[in-house]
T-cell receptor, first 115, second 118 residues
């Protein structure tokens, strides 16, 4: 059974710093990995999707990497801003004959950017 | 920019009552999903729907749950007899494709419906 873990559970950094969020998964047989942002009491905003054949994806100040063989992904946020404060979730989509449509989510990292 | 919408944003119901949560997926998407998030816990998959039938469901999605696409735009989740433990945020999502094809299988989520069962 796929398990997705995100460490740390919470992170506080001063504004302007670069930071890295971590995601690990136990089964490397995946189609893709998505990073999401969730604001308190709100929905999930898709930030980046990395296909299993890719090593990284970039969108603005965000860069996500994927090392499928070791079961790890990182989300790098450059020049952090107070507006980046949110919970960041990673989710993987399994590669299998059955059950290959659902996303399996991690518990998230709650990020606080200190002005 | 196209987005997934959900109504209502908050639903309060008595235990044992039926509720219907509504979603309007992105218009050219073909795959539809329901997930839920109990307060403080992970987002959990409930069901996926394609071509007017359930394509996959989780253990959570028992006989009390059903989904329907009653017309060309709406996608609904019905809980027949709500329990206290059904209290959660319910998210609808959609994607253009699933399966192995490229970037089109990115899932886009709605803002959620907070269901409170008393």
């Amino acid at each position: 059974k796929q398990e997705v873990t995100q460490i740390p559970a919470a992170l506080s950094v001063p504004e302007g710093e670069n930071l890295v969020l971590n995601c690990s998964f136990t089964d490397s047989a995946i189609y893709n990995l998505q990073w999401f942002r969730q604001d308190p009491g709100k929905g999930l905003t898709s930030l980046l999707l990395i296909q299993s054949s890719q090593r990284e994806q970039t969108s603005g100040r965000l860069n996500a990497s994927l090392d499928k063989s070791s079961g790890r992904s990182t989300l790098y946020i450059a020049a952090s801003q107070p507006g980046d404060s949110a919970t960041y979730l990673c989710a993987v989509r399994p590669r299998s004959n059955f059950g290959n449509e659902k996303l399996t989510f991690g518990t998230g990292t709650r990020l606080t950017i200190i002005p | 920019e196209p987005e997934v919408t959900q109504t209502p944003s908050h639903q309060v119901t008595q235990m044992g009552q039926e509720v219907i949560l509504r979603c309007v997926p992105i218009s050219n998407h073909l795959y539809f999903y329901w997930y839920r998030q109990i307060l403080g816990q992970k987002v959990e998959f409930l069901v996926s729907f394609y071509n007017n039938e359930i394509s996959e469901k989780s253990e959570i999605f028992d006989d009390q749950f059903s989904v329907e696409r009653p017309d060309g735009s709406n996608f609904t989740l019905k809980i027949r007899s709500t329990k206290l433990e059904d209290s959660a945020m319910y998210f609808c999502a959609s994607s253009y494709l699933a399966g192995r094809r490229g970037f089109y299988n990115e899932q886009f989520f709605g803002p959620g419906t907070r269901l409170t069962v008393l």
